[in-house]
Structure formats: structure tokens, C-alpha cells
């Protein structure tokens, strides 16, 4: 296997752009649930959590994006999640929230829901697959039953059919294989969860597992790693390569610290300068830091925390 760098022929595609549009911020790794393909080992357990003066700095270089991206573990989790949430729609920045929608159940978090849809918060919600047994297997037993309630509960607050209220869905393979094509997929998402629950959404997002932290864990503990890496490997497309995330956005750990993307993370691959949010002060392009991990979002239609890039 290449180096994923050596796969790249065009040296500008291994820069970001002037203009970077997402700053993606991982609030912190303390989570409900424990799903197998999660890449950075989220759970009950973590005590990683950002803090309210980490999130003063994230204010301070959000005018320099488009779009605030806050994720986790379970970002809802974070004490300091509604606090973030409120100053950043008061700001007029658009948000996106990642969530698993099951947290969403538990006490002390029901009113999140219509806390969202009065900020406008886009949220992209985790949903491994459109059948019970395929997602409890992924994510843990009751996972389905509680996620087709909470998007009932958003369709009925307008989410996936207001269009001011943007409610995306994010499928990730259950096993070591790629997602198939994402329109198709759509499709068929939209069909099932339309006719057996009377669901709605904006948009599905197909990402490919990394492997990397649980799921990079559950393949070698099963011999499957080097099988898993030649498949990514050998589905390489150049043409998802000026599509890559990392391209456009910046990344946040939960201690502050600089990315290129969330994948980057859990590896420890910062940005050489400079090193924490803390200590940034202008936005400028700068050189990506790769790994043969890389290889995940580039195979296939590609993969980035949109979806599909080519």
C-alpha cells in the first residue's frame, strides 16, 4: 500500500483552501451509547469534556466561518452545550448539531428538541440503518425504537419539512464494506421510513467507517484490518480529492487543540501552527497532515461529514 499522500499528483490538493467554511468542534468524548463504528471511542465512561473558556475562543475565530459543526461524543452531554448553542445562533453563524437522538429521551434532555428548532439548528442525526435489528446490532439494543420516536417528534416541531429547519440523516456500513451509492440510498431511506412511520428528512449522508479508534479496534481484533485497508485502498478515486473536508474546514478537540478533520483526532495528527484555539489568530492555508487512514474518505463516491464528495 502507498502512502495516501503518494496517491495525490496535484501538490495544491494537499493545501486547504484560503477560505476555510466549517470550524467543526468536538465538544467532548462522554456519550450515551457506545456505537461499534465510532472513531473516537465515545461513551459512558469519558470524562473529556470542553470547557466554557475553550468555547470562548471558538466564538472569538467564529466570525472567520460559515458554519459551526459541534459534535462529540454525545454534544448534548456537554454542560455547556445549551450555553455554546444559544451565543452562536444569537450570532447569526449557521449550526449544525450532530446527534444520536437517543439521548434526546433521557432525562434532563427532552426539551432539547424545541430548544434546537427555535435556533434554527440544523441537526444531522445518526441512523446506521431504516430496520431495527441492522441498527440495534450497530448501536445497542433499543436504539431504534428510541430514534423513529424522536424523528416523529422533530417532524412534528417542522424538522425535514420546514425548510428552515434542516434535518439530515448519517448512515454508516454496519461491517468492513463502503456505503452504497448515496442517492440510491436516499431514495430508499425516504420510501421505507415514509411508508412504515410517516418520517420525513432533508437530506442522507452515507460516511464510510475509518478505521480507526472502536471500529479500527473491532478489525483487527477480528483479523479483518489489512483486508479492510486493501478494500479502501484498491477503491481509491482521485476524483473525490478536491472534495475532502479537511480541505475546508478546521477541527477542534474538546482540549482545544488544532485538526484537519475529526479522523485526525483520535490519532493525535494536530496542525504544526498553531498548536490550540487559544493561540490562533489568522486563518491562512495551510499543509494537511495525512494518513493512510485517509484512505477511507477517498474511496469510492468518497466520504466527508456531508456525505459523498464526487
Same mark, same amino acid.
Given at each position: 500500500m502507498k502512502p495516501f499522500e503518494a496517491m495525490i499528483a496535484d501538490p495544491a490538493l494537499t493545501m486547504t483552501e484560503d477560505k476555510l467554511k466549517i470550524l467543526q468542534v468536538n465538544v467532548g468524548s462522554l456519550c450515551n451509547l457506545a456505537c461499534k463504528h465510532c472513531h473516537v471511542d465515545a461513551g459512558s465512561r469519558r470524562t473529556e469534556l470542553m470547557t466554557r473558556e475553550t468555547m470562548q475562543h471558538v466564538l472569538r475565530v467564529l466570525p472567520n466561518f460559515e458554519t459551526l459543526d459541534i459534535t462529540g461524543g454525545a454534544p448534548?452531554?456537554?454542560?455547556?452545550?445549551?450555553?455554546?448553542?444559544?451565543?452562536?445562533?444569537?450570532s447569526g453563524t449557521h449550526v449544525i448539531v450532530r446527534s444520536n437522538l437517543v439521548i434526546l429521551k433521557e432525562d434532563g434532555y427532552e426539551d432539547i428538541p424545541e430548544f434546537l428548532a427555535d435556533r434554527k439548528v440544523e441537526i444531522a442525526a445518526s441512523l446506521?440503518?431504516?430496520?431495527?435489528?441492522?441498527?440495534?446490532?450497530?448501536?445497542?439494543?433499543?436504539t431504534f425504537k428510541a430514534v423513529i420516536s424522536m424523528l416523529? &417528534? +422533530?417532524? %412534528?416541531?417542522?424538522?425535514?419539512?420546514?425548510?428552515? !429547519?434542516?434535518? /439530515?440523516?448519517?448512515? #454508516?456500513?454496519?461491517?468492513?464494506?463502503?456505503?452504497?451509492?448515496?442517492s440510491d440510498l436516499e431514495a430508499e431511506y425516504r420510501h421505507r421510513l415514509r411508508e412504515d412511520y410517516g418520517i420525513e428528512f432533508t437530506h442522507l449522508f452515507t460516511i464510510t467507517n475509518n478505521p480507526i479508534g472502536r471500529f479500527g479496534e473491532f478489525l483487527r481484533r477480528t483479523g479483518n484490518f489489512d483486508r479492510y485497508m486493501k478494500r479502501l485502498c484498491d477503491a481509491?478515486?482521485?476524483?473525490?480529492?478536491?472534495?475532502?473536508?479537511?480541505?475546508?474546514?478546521?477541527?477542534?478537540?474538546?482540549?482545544? &487543540? +488544532?485538526? %484537519?478533520?475529526?479522523?485526525?483526532?483520535?490519532?493525535? !495528527?494536530?496542525? /504544526?501552527?498553531?498548536? #490550540?484555539?487559544?493561540?490562533?489568530?489568522?486563518?491562512?492555508?495551510?499543509?494537511?497532515?495525512?494518513?493512510?487512514?485517509?484512505?477511507?474518505?477517498?474511496?469510492g463516491s468518497g466520504s466527508s461529514c456531508g456525505g459523498s464528495t464526487a
Open positions: 448534548e452531554m456537554n454542560p455547556n452545550f445549551r450555553w455554546l448553542v444559544d451565543e452562536v445562533a444569537r446506521p440503518y431504516y430496520s431495527e435489528n441492522d441498527c440495534d446490532r450497530q448501536r445497542g439494543k433499543g416523529k &417528534r +422533530l417532524n %412534528d416541531l417542522g424538522y425535514g419539512r420546514d425548510e428552515s !429547519l434542516t434535518l /439530515d440523516l448519517v448512515y #454508516n456500513p454496519g461491517g468492513a464494506f463502503l456505503p452504497p451509492a448515496q481509491f478515486n482521485p476524483a473525490t480529492l478536491a472534495g475532502m473536508m479537511c480541505r475546508f474546514q478546521l477541527s477542534v478537540g474538546w482540549d482545544g &487543540r +488544532l485538526y %484537519d478533520c475529526d479522523f485526525n483526532q483520535p490519532l493525535g !495528527l494536530a496542525i /504544526d501552527e498553531p498548536q #490550540n484555539i487559544s493561540e490562533l489568530h489568522h486563518i491562512r492555508a495551510r499543509k494537511i497532515k495525512f494518513g493512510n487512514h485517509c484512505y477511507a474518505c477517498t474511496a
